[in-house]
């Protein structure tokens, strides 16, 4: 199955208007080191609890909603590698209108796009 691909520009004006969803799914680390505005975190190596968590247990993991499987998501990383393992994830959960952004932050950083690294 192709991806459906996304990017930099596209990703910028998600960033900026907060739709579609941007799922940063690099290690929590990775994330709290700078990454792109308005982007949750959810690893990948952590996917199992899209299916086992209950919403509000998913909430209160993640700080963030599960999104609905009818919602746009873009899935990004730092090269591109998870994003794609990520994209073809959530389709196989059964989420319909996701994208991938395959240059990741590595794209994203070297085309000048903001960093938001929390204090």
Not at 79 to 105: D, I, P
Request: hydrophobic share 35%; charged share 30%; with cysteine.
């Amino acid at each position: 199955m192709a991806e459906v691909i996304v990017e930099f520009d596209a990703v910028k004006k998600a960033s900026e208007k907060k739709s579609p969803v941007i799922l940063d799914v690099r290690d929590p680390d990775g994330h709290a080191g700078g990454h792109i505005p308005s982007a949750l975190n959810l690893p990948f190596s952590q996917f199992a609890d899209i299916s086992s968590l209950s919403s509000d247990q998913f909430k209160e993991k993640y700080k963030f909603d599960l999104p609905e499987k009818d919602v746009e998501i873009i899935t990004h990383c730092n090269k591109g590698g998870r994003a794609t393992k990520a994209y073809h994830a959530l389709k196989e959960a059964g989420f319909t209108n996701v994208q991938l952004y395959k240059g990741s932050f590595h794209d994203w950083k070297a085309k000048g796009g903001e960093v938001i690294v929390p204090e």
